[in-house]
């Protein structure tokens, strides 16, 4: 089938130029190469999370009226949230004295 078209598709575009296998070569050495214990910074929860529902990205972080979400521990929308000074303590127990 392709007996009389082999000669025309001969040309220097057709030919796997050695370049492009030593390339691929250098891919999978650098894949390869890259460590596994890559450092994880884990978030810690700081004060730096909404007090209300402990989202980072939550406006409540500033001020707790302003978070729309669920409270983290009660799961009521009209939760203030933690006692600030009390970070560590559930909502309800943090403000009841
Ligand atoms: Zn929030
Ligand atoms: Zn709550």
Redesign the pocket.
């Known amino acids: 089938m392709f007996a009389g078209t082999v000669q025309q598709m001969r040309g220097p575009s057709a030919e796997p130029g050695p370049s492009s296998q030593s390339n691929l070569v250098a891919i999978a050495k650098v894949a390869a190469l890259q460590p596994f214990n890559r450092p994880v910074t884990k978030a810690t929860h700081k004060s730096c999370t909404c007090r ?1 529902c402990g989202v980072g990205s939550c406006q409540g972080k500033k001020e707790v009226k302003y978070c729309l979400n ?7 929308k009209n ?4 006692n600030s000074k009390k970070p560590q303590i ?3 127990e943090g403000w009841s004295d």
């Open positions: 209300k669920m409270c983290q521990d009660c799961g009521l939760c203030k949230g933690r559930p909502c309800r």
